[in-house]
């Protein structure tokens, strides 16, 4: 007889996931990968190229669950390196306070953030990177931008679910408002 106690740490099977949305919060970190000079003022951001589920392209932030009994800074780091590769060389904080806390609804309105599956509590920090970036999982790309461009209409209308309000406030955060 097999262990009931036994479970793969940290994963839900989908059906359990799916029921979990429904009735809780999930928590996510979310990440602004910028690239920054010598004196720390960021000179690019990244923003993943990715196809949703409904077959439109769209922009996107590094996010991710944070599992069950995986610390947030270990969170971030696995979501850095399956979206932007093993090279990518990312430098998180010591102080692992977030430049801000995203609640996504799946209700349209509530907040500026919306998740269609899900009401979620979102982490978000930006994060340094100086390797090489080469997107894998379900990134098609990662495109980098300066803040000027990152903070254009045009590549605004491409953030759905309020990760242009996100990207914004992370620029803000850093001293970037144009």
Not at 15 to 22: F, N, S, T, V
Not at 65 to 70: A, K, M, S, T
Not at 101 to 118: I, S
Not at 139 to 160: C, G
Request: glycine share 8%.
């Amino acid at each position: 007889m097999a262990d009931m106690t036994e479970t793969t740490p940290g994963w839900l099977p989908t059906d359990e996931l799916e029921m979990a949305r429904a009735r809780m919060p999930i928590l996510y970190v979310e990440a602004v990968p910028v690239r920054v000079d010598d004196s720390g003022e960021v000179t690019s951001v990244g923003l993943l190229l990715r196809i949703g589920p409904d077959g439109t392209v769209s922009r996107t932030l590094v996010s991710g669950r944070v599992l069950h009994h995986e610390r947030v800074r270990d969170a971030l780091l696995r979501h850095l390196e399956k979206d932007l590769g093993p090279v990518a060389l990312p430098r998180v904080p010591s102080s692992l306070q977030p430049f801000t806390v995203a609640e996504y609804f799946p209700t349209l309105g509530v907040t500026p953030f919306h998740d269609p599956r899900q009401h979620a509590v979102s982490l978000a920090y930006v994060v340094p990177v100086s390797g090489d970036c080469r997107p894998r999982q379900d990134a098609l790309d990662l495109v980098w931008f300066t803040p000027r461009e990152a903070l254009s209409p045009a590549v605004q209308s491409e953030m759905p679910g309020g990760h242009g309000v996100l990207l914004k406030q992370a620029l803000a955060h850093v001293g970037n408002v144009i």
